[in-house]
Every structure is written in C-alpha cells, then in structure tokens.
C-alpha cells in the first residue's frame, strides 16, 4: 500500500518562508514524477511544481522565482522550499506522485496560510 505524508505547513507572515515534505512509503518512485498542487479556499486545484525522474521542472508562473522543488529518492521524499511568500499562495498544498504505470497517488495535504 502507498501511503504520501506532507507536513511542514502552518501560518507565516507575507514575505516569509516554509518548507514543505512529503515522504512517500509503500514503493519506489525513483522513476515517477513528482509534483505539488495547491487548492484555494472556493478554487480549483492547480499544480505548482513538478519535477521528472530526469530532474526536469517546471512551475506555474505565479510562483517562478519565489519556489524550489527538490526531490531526495534516497529518502523517497519530495521538497518544497516557499520563499517570499504572498497572500495569493494561502492554500491546501498536495503532494502528487505520477507513477510510470499512469497511476496517481496523493497525499492528504498541509495547509500553508499566509497573512498580510
């Protein structure tokens, strides 16, 4: 069984930082993708980050410069280092893993709230 586990989220004050994690268990993801969404309160879920087997990343424009997606396949992990963090960015953040079988895993989330 698969099981994704975020944490690292909590309240921060705009301009401030938080590093998320998300420690997968069950299998390997050494050749998955892996990705963070986010989901704002009345929005729908948007994918903020991901990065390939092959270290290919990409992020949405909104938050280019300000985060870092990291993956650690020792640990079977996936990083997200937030910095200079905004209002805009207050969501449910998800862990994602995109097997190489086509199949999705999830992770329950972790709130990440950023006030002005």
């Known amino acids: 069984q698969v099981q994704l586990v975020e944490s690292g989220g909590g309240l921060v004050q705009a301009g401030g930082s938080l590093r998320l994690s998300c420690a997968a268990s069950g299998r390997t993801f050494s050749r998955s993708s892996m990705n963070w969404h986010r989901q704002a309160p009345g929005k729908q879920r948007e994918l903020v980050a991901q990065?390939?087997?092959?270290?290919?990343?990409f992020y949405v424009d909104s938050v280019k410069g300000r985060f870092t997606i990291s993956r650690d396949n020792a640990k079977n992990t996936l990083y997200l280092q937030m910095n200079s963090l905004k209002p805009e960015d207050t969501a449910v953040y998800y862990c994602?893993?995109?097997?190489?079988?086509?199949?999705?895993?999830w992770g329950k989330g972790t709130l990440v709230t950023v006030s002005s």
């Open positions: 990065i390939t087997s092959g270290g290919s990343i």
């Open positions: 994602n893993i995109h097997a190489v079988t086509g199949m999705d895993y």
